[in-house]
T-cell receptor
Framework: EPEVTQTPSHQVTQMGQEVILRCVPI?????FYWYRQILGQKVEFLVS????????KSEIFDDQFSVERPDGSNFTLKIRSTKLEDSAMYFC???????????FGDGTRLSIL | AQSVTQPDIHITVSEGASLELRCNYS??????LFWYVQSPGQGLQLLLK??????LVQGIKGFEAEFKRSQSSFNLRKPSVHWSDAAEYFC?????????????FGKGTHLIIQP
């Protein structure tokens, strides 16, 4: 069964550095999402992406964050000037269309030191 | 604003016993409803979904959930749990009709299975 893949599985970065989290959505999916889960808290929506542009974003998704689909397969989340509070598990998800459930990757654990 | 409440942070069930995990939501209309399961170190796997129609939905791994509009609830059930069901369970809501809106998740219920 096709799945969403995320790399790396664990990323350790110094505070203030930029980090790029990578995702390969399921190939025929058109909607792409990023979520984060701070340790011990619930999964929170960050941003959705469709037709090469951001469709929706939450309050969390401020100017520090950006997303890109640089080619036909990858979907990336960039965090500029990371802060300690950015430490979390980041999940990528994709959906074939707007009426189908989202399929999640296994996540990237981001640790900011 | 929409919200999802999972009132039980932890639930302990004996292997072979029945299970019910509670989920209540607050939304302006009937949303799309989902249950996801997260095993340690893994991502979120969809167990089942409700969009419309029959209010009792069947999912994978023997799970089912019932949508009750009057109670704004979407409780997850399983008649007989297995040790492999130990995991974190998340209820989530999405905008009716889909769209690119993100899902709103509950805080999760940690299921512990006793031998």
């Amino acid at each position: 069964e096709p799945e969403v893949t995320q790399t790396p599985s664990h990323q350790v970065t110094q505070m203030g550095q930029e980090v790029i989290l990578r995702c390969v959505p399921i190939s025929n999916h058109l909607y792409f999402y990023w979520y984060r889960q701070i340790l011990g808290q619930k999964v929170e929506f960050l941003v959705s992406f469709y037709n090469n542009e951001i469709s929706e974003k939450s309050e969390i998704f401020d100017d520090q964050f950006s997303v890109e689909r640089p080619d036909g397969s990858n979907f990336t989340l960039k965090i500029r000037s990371t802060k300690l509070e950015d430490s979390a598990m980041y999940f990528c998800a994709s959906g074939i269309d707007s009426n189908q459930p989202q399929h999640f990757g296994d996540g990237t654990r981001l640790s900011i030191l | 604003a929409q919200s999802v409440t999972q009132p039980d942070i932890h639930i302990t069930v004996s292997e072979g016993a029945s299970l019910e995990l509670r989920c209540n939501y607050s939304y302006g209309a009937t949303p799309y409803l989902f249950w996801y399961v997260q095993s340690p170190g893994q991502g979120l796997q969809l167990l089942l979904k409700y969009f419309s129609g029959d209010t009792l939905v069947q999912g994978i791994k023997g799970f089912e959930a019932e949508f009750k509009r009057s109670q704004s609830s979407f409780n997850l059930r399983k008649p007989s749990v297995h040790w492999s069901d130990a995991a974190e369970y998340f209820c989530a809501v999405g905008a009716p009709g889909g769209g690119a809106d993100g899902l709103t998740f509950g805080k999760g219920t940690h299921l512990i299975i006793q031998p």
